[in-house]
């Protein structure tokens, strides 16, 4: 039987999500690929009570995780039902909805019919009452704002969530969402977008909303797909995602431009006593508006090494010139 490290929140760092009372780990763990029907799910349980372990208390889901989608909530909900059901109240849950689920016009996008339908479906296959948070997963162009944050209110209001989120929203669209919350008596969050050194579009406006408004931020792939690793130096693995099937990183993606970009990075880690990956992670976290990342792992001694990122996220503005300086190249 399953019992928590004793230990585990002695050095684990959290912060304050915007204005509100939830701390988050600075570091937390999505479940985006590696833990779905897919997968040994010996090594998915591993690396999610090896993270609980470590203090990371929050568990980021979606409708679509997998593959096949919906696999990795069940993946969840059996190793919580197994190992985690007596620390519900220590843990932060989130799933989101908005990209393709099921067939015919209601299986995606930002309609109240497919939110709250999807949110059903998710605490059923995680055996919960409720979601700690619920995102609206991706902006729809089509759906009126106003029908899309009625739902997430509306989950609010039946108790199915208890906080609600958005994601891949951009300045303007993430203002909107979070003033039309706001009017419904609904506090947004957290804002979850993709942000890393490659991948810098939430500084040109994003986060001032987010500081505006009170709303906390949650970076993910911050290690830019693996890009931010050593993981390519020497050419595209097989066993790598770039390598396999993944529809996320193409090997053209994998350009000598950045691996050069990389590799120089790498360098400045190495001076700071660091990995790469630690160095791009605490590189995200010292903007003051982000209050955790989201790391993805295959095997539970990545998680453990991201986590030691947590013990130098300091930098000197000559390193931040250096970063910049290879960035902009």
């Given at each position: 039987m399953y019992v928590a490290n004793e230990a585990r929140y002695d050095t684990m760092k959290y912060k304050r999500c915007g204005k509100s009372g939830i701390l988050l780990p600075r570091i937390s763990l999505g479940l985006w690929q590696n833990f779905g029907g897919s997968n040994v799910f010996e090594n998915s349980r591993r690396m999610v009570l090896g993270a609980f372990d470590l203090g990371i208390t929050h568990f980021d889901l979606a409708n679509n995780y997998g593959p096949p989608a919906g696999s990795a909530e069940e993946t969840f909900g059996q190793i919580l039902e197994k190992d985690l059901r007596p620390y519900r109240d220590e843990l932060i849950i989130s799933s989101k909805a908005g990209y393709y689920m099921w067939p015919g016009p209601y299986g995606e996008w930002g309609s109240k019919k497919n939110l709250l339908a999807s949110l059903d479906q998710s605490l059923q296959r995680m055996k919960l009452d409720y979601v700690d948070i619920f995102y609206h997963h991706r902006p729809d162009p089509d759906t009126p704002i106003e029908e899309t944050m009625d739902a997430l209110a509306t989950a609010v209001r039946q108790g199915k969530a208890l906080y609600v989120g958005i994601s891949n929203y951009k300045a303007q669209d993430a203002k909107t969402a979070i003033e039309t919350l706001k009017k419904m008596g609904v506090h947004c969050l957290i804002h979850q977008p993709s942000y890393s050194m490659f991948n810098r579009w939430v500084e040109d406006g994003l986060l001032d909303v987010l500081e505006e408004t009170g709303v906390g931020a949650i970076a993910f792939s911050p290690l830019a797909q693996g890009l931010l690793t050593t993981k390519y130096f020497?050419?595209?693995?097989?066993?790598?995602?770039?390598?396999?099937?993944?529809?996320?990183?193409?090997?053209?993606?994998?350009?000598?431009?950045?691996?050069?970009?990389?590799?120089?990075?790498?360098?400045?880690?190495?001076?700071?006593?660091?990995?790469?990956?630690?160095?791009?992670?605490?590189?995200?976290?010292?903007?003051?508006?982000?209050?955790?990342?989201?790391?993805?792992?295959?095997?539970?001694?990545q998680i453990e090494e991201n986590v030691r990122a947590l013990d130098h996220l300091e930098f000197t503005p000559e390193e931040l010139a250096q970063i910049d300086s290879i960035l902009n190249g």
């Open positions: 020497s050419g595209i693995p097989e066993d790598s995602r770039a390598g396999g099937p993944s529809v996320f990183l193409k090997p053209e993606s994998v350009t000598p431009e950045k691996v050069e970009k990389a590799k120089r990075l790498n360098e400045i880690a190495k001076l700071r006593g660091q990995s790469l990956p630690q160095l791009a992670l605490a590189w995200i976290l010292r903007q003051e508006q982000m209050t955790s990342v989201i790391i993805g792992a295959s095997r539970l001694e």
